[in-house]
């Protein structure tokens, strides 16, 4: 298969878990005969230092000419003034807002010899295995903001089709599981969330009768995953509610750099990233782990390419490493040699050939 990726490393650990992503990009091309060409282009922090701009219409033009799109991380102290008015963050937002990539799959997966590294109760741990889905276009992250110097106002907005859409990818989802979807609100004071709340169960009795539908609040949601995490299967969510529980839901697996994500739209080009941030504290050192950008490259493979194969071999071989023992510094523990960033792809990119 041909297939044009743009790569956006962005800032901080970004380049370096980038770059891992596109060697295992480049073994599985090697493996399976296929033919992937990469362009590298500028977002965030670092398109604001080289053209003052956190999205230059070539990296816009480049994406939307692409199959997919591979982004490393974008922020840092460096451009962290708050009263700032270019900020890195435009940059990603933007992209998300270009590309339409509404849905954003978020899958928390336990390795079982990672357990030990979770600040939870190991027996917590059993059984959890759950997809988080996080409307990733809309709500208080693209409403219109306010701001003089004695207020300052976000505005949350949820039109029906924005629900109904990211309702019907989450049960679609659901459908090929256990039939439960969880959808998180906070009714009980949001009017966005009344509303999230009614779409929700009309698109699901009208659409999916098959699939058993719970509406939590998001506190208690914050609560349940962590005291009784195996219970989810598929979550469902408006933009920040997802982004704060993703990173929560993110320590039962024991590092926020385990988590990888695919941002889909109802048409083509799809954005991986993993979830984690730049990670300033450790850029630089080539130390940063590199699993939650190599499951985004099994995901891309999987969603954009429709390579299966392909996508199951990678997860398997990083399951495998993983299990064997190897450990970045974040998922380590007491006496366990610790690897770098390309030690760690290398292995793995080892085990997919
Ligand atoms: C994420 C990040 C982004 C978000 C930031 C960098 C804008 O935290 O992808 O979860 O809030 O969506
Ligand atoms: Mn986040």
């Known amino acids: ?85 270019i900020r890195p963050e435009q940059g990603l937002l933007g992209l998300r807002e270009l590309l339409g990539v509404f849905a954003n799959i978020r899958p928390v997966k336990i390795f079982p010899s ?24 809309g709500g208080i992250y693209f409403g219109e903001k306010t701001r003089n110097e004695n207020k300052s106002s976000d505005l949350c907005v949820y039109h029906d089709y924005e629900i109904k859409r990211i309702i019907r990818i989450a049960a679609d989802i659901a459908k090929k599981r256990k039939c439960k979807l969880c959808s998180v609100d906070k009714a009980n004071v949001l009017e966005t969330s009344r509303f999230w709340r009614d779409i929700t169960k009309n698109t699901i009795s009208a659409e999916y009768p098959e699939i058993i539908i719970e509406h939590i609040l998001v506190d208690a949601a914050a609560m349940y995953l962590i005291n009784r995490p195996s219970d989810f299967d598929v979550i469902v969510t408006e933009n920040m509610f997802g982004d704060i529980l993703t990173d929560e839901a993110s ?48 995901m891309l493979l999987r969603h954009s390419l429709n390579l299966n194969e392909e996508a199951n071999i990678v997860e398997k071989a990083m399951h495998d490493v993983i299990e064997s023992g190897a450990r970045t510094q974040d998922i380590a523990h007491n006496d366990d040699k610790i690897l770098n960033t390309k030690e760690m792809t290398q292995l793995i990119i080892d085990k997919i050939n």
Request: glycine share 12%; proline share 7%.
């Open 1 to 85: 298969m041909d297939a044009q990726i743009t790569i956006l490393p962005g800032d901080g650990i970004g380049p370096e878990v980038a770059s891992a992503g596109k060697d295992v990009m480049m073994a599985v091309q090697n493996l399976f005969g296929h033919n992937f060409t990469f362009e590298n282009k500028y977002i965030g922090g670092s398109a604001i230092d080289k053209f003052n701009n956190p999205l230059p219409n070539d990296t816009k033009d480049s994406c939307k000419d692409s199959a997919a799109v591979i982004l490393g991380a974008v922020g840092g102290p460096k451009w962290d003034d708050p009263n700032a008015n």
């Open 114 to 137: 990672l357990t030990k590294t979770s600040p939870l109760k190991e027996d917590r741990l059993n059984n959890v295995d759950l997809i988080v889905i996080r409307e990733l276009t």
């Open 251 to 298: 320590m039962l697996t024991g590092s926020l750099g385990m988590l990888p994500s695919a941002s889909l739209s109802d048409t083509s080009v799809g954005l991986y990233e993993p979830i984690h941030g730049s990670a300033p504290d450790i850029a630089g050192k080539g130390i940063a782990n590199p699993c939650g950008m190599i499951g985004s490259i099994a």
